[in-house]
Nanobody, 121 residues
Framework: VQLQASGGGLVQAGGSLRLSCAASGRIFSSRVMGWFRQAPGKEREFVAAIRWGTGGTYYKDSVKGRFTISRDNAKNTLYLQMNSLKPEDTAVYYC???????????????WGQGTLVTVSS
């Protein structure tokens, strides 16, 4: 499985961005896809996940109501719509694929290269 994340950038607080993650390879073997983020000096943390088959979604509490994870099965693409962005959302965002739902990075075997999101105050 190969993952290619894109869509990061610089946005003012309160603004929006949509991240994309194009997947290729044996994607059907990965039942769950997720987004993680890592801010400077901090550990990588779970943001959201989606079950590829059912579309069931899961979110970190601090992004509920602001972020929406979705997928386009036909295009093998994962999305993260981020609204009402805050400076504390600033981080490198990574997409990941795994075989089971987990909020731990070690639960995912495949990772994209990351895309930087910077939210200015």
């Amino acid at each position: 499985v190969q993952l290619q994340a894109s869509g990061g950038g610089l946005v003012q607080a309160g603004g929006s961005l949509r991240l994309s993650c194009a997947a290729s390879g044996r994607i059907f073997s990965s039942r769950v896809m997720g987004w993680f983020r890592q801010a400077p000096g901090k550990e990588r943390e779970f943001v959201a996940a989606i079950r590829w088959g059912t579309g069931g979604t899961y979110y970190k509490d601090s992004v509920k109501g602001r972020f929406t994870i979705s997928r386009d099965n036909a295009k093998n693409t994962l999305y993260l719509q981020m609204n009402s962005l805050k400076p504390e959302d600033t981080a490198v965002y990574y997409c990941a694929a795994g075989s089971a739902l987990s909020e731990q990075p070690k639960g995912y075997g495949y990772w994209g290269q990351g895309t930087l999101v910077t939210v200015s105050s």
